[in-house]
């Protein structure tokens, strides 16, 4: 099992930065593929960036160029640095993470408003 917890989420203005962190402990050896999910208001959840123990990374392409994962293995935690944010960006904000026998897990979630 793995657990998820994440935090940095907030209101700021267009063009402005936010920085999510994703705490993770449990078995996190564990885990092939981590990464960030969004979901506007009454909008399906969506992949926004993701990244493989082989280092792989994959971002939609909304979020090219202005967004940017990362981990520090050390303290377990991955990152989300968001910048040149715009209104289309606000959404509820999930960490993700996979295990090797995929099975899925889930942050709790942490709401970004830009407003317009």
């Known amino acids: 099992q793995v657990q998820l917890v994440e935090s940095g989420g907030g209101l700021v203005q267009p063009g402005g930065s936010l920085r999510l962190s994703c705490a993770a402990s449990?078995?996190?050896?564990?885990?092939?593929?981590m990464g960030w999910y969004r979901q506007p208001p009454g909008k399906q959840r969506e992949l926004v960036a993701a990244?493989?123990?082989?280092?792989?990374?994959n971002y939609a392409d909304s979020v090219k160029g202005r967004f940017t994962i990362a981990r520090d293995n050390a303290k377990n935690t991955m990152y989300l640095q968001m910048n040149s944010l715009k209104p289309e960006d606000t959404a509820v904000y999930y960490c993700?993470?996979?295990?090797?026998?995929?099975?899925?897990?889930w942050g709790q979630g942490t709401q970004v408003t830009v407003p317009s």
């Open positions: 993700h993470q996979r295990d090797r026998w995929g099975r899925e897990y």
């Open positions: 449990g078995s996190i050896f564990s885990i092939t593929i």
């Open positions: 990244e493989t123990s082989g280092g792989t990374i």
